[in-house]
């Protein structure tokens, strides 16, 4: 009997044990299980928070998206609206330029006051041109010396030939056709002057020529002869006493003309040590001078200069000829600005200019290469400060 009572005491026991263990287990998992159950409502939470927070925020870059978008378009018809101001502008400045600038030279009556050496000219055109380029070139013939120099007057388009550095004599031919298909200075008219020409600078301009005479210690004089009756009409004296040459690549030109309606143009030296070249204004008719100008361009390395619209071109090079090219200008009006004065340079030729001489009415430069006679073929534009 006695181990029966035990075996049911010690089973009772060990079942009370048992379900104390598993009572707590129980309470255990159920704690542990509501816990994960408030944390999943938790997350779950959190994640529907950050699902709209995520769907706001693709609600306003889309918003934004849309904006950008707008303004693109915005800014790009306002980009083509400028553009289409910006062409109908250039079209009428392309205009109002075809309404006044049809001719190289415009009457400009209500500015003749302030010109100073042209206001005396009232009534006369104004020259508003400056070169932008040199456009053909055109070789016409070979004659004569390595020097010389050749010019058509404007007015009759009689083509005048001097050979050499310096003589009494002038080969007139009828046209430039007629000197380029004549052989050598055969069809020409010679003239003999009552004096030496000396140098390069002669001019020819509405049938008078102009030239420098330099005789052995005589001071230097510009000649007007009248090469319709054969006479000199008029003389002065040189505007100094100076024998210096205005260009140090061309020696034998002490002084160099341009005549055109403008008046009569001298470019000279006033003496050795002075480093740039001068320019005069002469009366064409008394020869008297008008106006003194001081370059400031430098005879060192001066080839030949001309003169266009009262703007000199001041033609350099090197002793071992290499291209010429203008690169100094001055304008005794003082309206061609350095910026806009082209760098011009010249074709690739034989030798260097010995001469260089400019037609206004042809727009042409006139020159001598090596006993060649060269047409340059110039392209204009206007003067900005007009
Ligand atoms: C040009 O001058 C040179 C000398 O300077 C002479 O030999 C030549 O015959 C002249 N030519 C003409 C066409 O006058």
Known sequence: MKPVLVLLVSTAWTFTGA??????????LENR???IEDRMQFWHGQLHRYHTELQDFKKVTAQAMDGLKNGHSMLFKDLEGARLRVDRVEREMDYVETQTSPRACA?????????GAWGKK????????????????????????????????PRSSKVYVFNGTTGDKVYQFNSVPDFSSSPGVSGSRQIKLPSDWSGLGSAVYNGYLYYIKQEAGMEVQVVKYDLLSGSVSDTAMFPVDSHAAVYNLNPETVADLAADDEGLWLLYATSDSEPNINLAKMDPATLDIEQIWDTRCPRENAEVAFVVCGTVYVVYNTRLTSRSRVE???????????????????????????SLKYNPEEKQLYGWDDGYQIIYRLTMKRKLLV
């Open 107 to 115: 009457n400009k009556a209500d500015k003749v006051l302030e010109q």
């Open 33 to 35: 299980l509501l816990a």
């Open 328 to 354: 100094c200008v001055f304008d005794v009006n003082d309206m061609v600005i350095s910026e806009e004065a082209p760098l011009l340079y010249f074709p690739r030729r034989y030798g260097a200019h010995a």
């Open 19 to 28: 379900q104390y263990y598993y009572q707590g287990l129980m309470d255990y």
């Open 122 to 153: 009232t009534g006369r055109s104004y020259c508003i041109e400056i070169i932008s380029g040199i456009r053909s070139v055109k070789i016409l013939k070979r004659v004569g010396s390595p020097k010389g120099m050749w010019t058509r007057d």
